[in-house]
């Protein structure tokens, strides 16, 4: 049987590692596949060093790729949202099979291409858009396919795990180790994506589509970074049994779902909570499978690009075949997807670290106690430290039974109105993922 004839569009980081493992695994592939796999035209703005390309016709229009008659699959490697929609659109309305490793398109765009892709009758594969060389489309979509899945949480984002692990580990500042990220190619062409979370909540979004079978709803994802995070915080959560994440939830509640991505303090003697550097992990809760961890390389060259050529030998495999009997996108068939409603972040619910700033006065304690318990807030652990120099005041920490954040931030607000607290409380919230 002829090769299958693939156009890569990005010849960046995951596009040069895709087409090093095409070619360097091309025979195991082959036998996989059934078919060899053919790279036969690349658009790039520049050379990749690492790569031999000698041979393989190359352009700096990614739509001459789009267009070649030639070409029955391709490989969407440019990110971001305006660029990459238009071709993967286009590719569609010529008829081609799409792999890319775009989550922001997905996450932002996935229904209306989905849509176009079921009408023109081919398949968008979108494995790389996901924690990078973890098969965890696969697994949710595929793998766990018998269950009702009430949550899962992830580290989804291989740049912030790797800033926060040198942080802890190696006492490096944010900095730093962010320009490590970026030469390694982890970090995003923005890295305030990576840092202010909209990276994990592209990825989050993408989950709980599939764990759920919702649309794609990123624009009601809540978002928080981790660039406001102290060394205090950091110690003072190793002081009381906990690592700081940033995690991306998902859970189905009857009143809806939660769709949050912030930092989280995990019991440090989680699996999830000792995942470090540049590796993902998710963690997914089903009712038939009990709790399914998933771990490996988050970003970089080759995990990326192993995800992106499992896709185009899974696209291979089926593209003969009837497409209403492939799977679907989203895991749910089209017309049976919920619209059971993404909650607000304020109807969420969880457990709460706070960190309050109080002068050192009797009574401080016992008017703390009382807001909380007014709230019918139950306290988990409470920790005073001795007074700090510079300024005089008592950190107090507070570790809070689960409850529902509009009343923690009620909570909260009495906390700072009281004439013994200085300042904003800290708040972060605390998942036991057990
Ligand atoms: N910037 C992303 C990360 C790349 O660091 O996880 C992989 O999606």
Known sequence: MKPVKVGICGLGTVGGGTFNVLKRNAEEIARRAGRGIEVVHIAMRSQNPQCDITGTPTTADVFDVVNNPEVEIVVELIGGYTVAKDLVIKAIENGKHVVTANKALIA???????????????????????????????????????????????????????????????????????????????????????????????????????????????????????????????????????????????????????????????????????????MNAVMVNGDAAGSTLFYGAGAGMEPTASAVVADLVDVVRVMTSDPTNRVPHLAFQPDALSDHPILPIEACESAYYLRIHAKDRPGVLAQVASIMSARGINIESIMQKEVEEQDGLVPMILVTHRVVEAQINEAINALEALDDVVGSVVRIRVEQLG
């Open 108 to 278: 932002v765009h996935g229904n209306e291409i989905f849509a176009l892709a079921r009408e023109k009758g081919v398949i968008v594969a979108f494995e790389a858009a996901v924690a990078g060389g973890i098969p965890v489309i696969k697994a949710i979509r595929e793998g766990l396919a018998a269950n009702r899945i009430n949550w899962l949480a992830g580290i989804i984002n291989g740049t912030g795990n790797f800033i926060l692990s040198e942080m802890r580990e190696k006492g490096r500042t944010f900095d730093d180790v962010l320009a490590e990220a970026q030469a390694l190619g982890y970090a995003e062409a923005d890295p305030t994506f990576d840092v202010e979370g909209t990276d994990a909540a592209h990825k989050l979004t993408i989950l709980a589509s599939i764990a759920f079978g919702i649309p794609l709803q990123f624009e009601k994802a809540y978002t928080e970074g981790i660039t406001k995070l102290t060394t205090a915080d950091v110690n003072y959560a190793e002081a009381l049994g906990y690592r700081i994440k940033h995690l991306g939830v998902a859970r189905r509640t009857e009143a809806g779902i939660e769709l949050r991505v912030h930092p989280t303090l995990i019991p440090a003697d989680r699996l999830i909570a000792n995942v470090n550097g540049v």
